[in-house]
């Protein structure tokens, strides 16, 4: 799998590699049989039921950091962050910072676009419980690090949503430019930053969650206060 993320020449071509992975036989498992089984919402539809890759455009300026698709979110419509509660928070937020050209994300032929942004996670495939393990995010991790090294000309900043794409960056920071992470790693928090030589940016931000949204621990604002800073920090008017 590493062998095959390495030799993607472009980002279509990593796309079209990463939907085609099975090196995680509980991912797998998991993925598939959500696909087959369906909520009840969503039983007239055809899941995707694969690992979902990346969405943006190739000369990124920022990169949004996500965990992994959610179960009837990316899981089901085949484009990460679409078609659920998190997508919906998220992808408002980027339409209020210019950075997408509509508020919503509902299915791959929607018509959504975005400016400047890539988005893509840690792990690719729906996790139980939405908690892959270590050893699956590390077998993950060539898929993440191919993708930051085609958009590497252009990338100025990382917004990492949650503590396990922070802490996915790190090994990435070694990984694609060489650079030994920080020791202590720098803790993550909500508008945490951290910057080095050479590379990009690193903002924290808690993840879009249900979790986190619903309870008020992440509010609009609080997002417009990111990808403010973020647009800052890459230039993008």
């Not at 939907?19 to 369906?38: D, H, N, S």
């Not at 908690?131 to 090294?149: I, M, Q, S, V, Y």
């Amino acid at each position: 799998m590493a062998a095959r993320a390495r030799r993607a020449a472009d980002l279509p071509d990593l796309d079209g590699a990463i939907g085609g992975c099975f090196a995680c036989p509980r991912l797998v498992a998991w993925r598939e049989e959500v696909a087959r089984t369906k909520r009840a919402a969503f039983r007239d539809q055809e899941y995707w039921g694969r690992p979902v890759p990346g969405l943006g455009v190739s000369d990124a300026r920022i990169a949004i950091l996500g965990l992994a698709p959610a179960a009837h979110g990316g899981n089901r419509t085949g484009r990460i962050f679409t078609g659920d509660r998190s997508g919906d928070v998220l992808f408002a937020a980027l339409h209020r910072a210019g950075l997408a050209n509509q508020p919503t994300s509902l299915a791959r032929d929607d018509g959504l676009t975005l400016r400047a942004t890539r988005i893509f996670s840690a792990v690719r495939c729906a996790p139980p419980d939405n908690k892959p393990t270590p050893g699956e995010r590390d077998t993950c991790a060539p898929w993440l690090h191919r993708e930051l090294d085609l958009i590497r000309p252009t990338l100025r900043v990382v917004v990492a949503l949650g503590a396990f794409a922070w802490a996915a960056w790190w090994p990435a920071l070694h990984a694609v430019y060489g650079v030994r992470p920080p020791s202590p790693r720098p803790a993550f928090g909500h508008g945490a930053h951290w910057s080095g030589t050479a590379v990009p940016e690193v903002l924290g931000c808690y993840h879009v969650s249900q979790q986190n949204t619903f309870t008020g621990r992440l509010t609009p604002q609080m997002l417009d206060e990111v990808f403010t800073r973020a647009k800052q920090v890459a230039g993008v008017d």
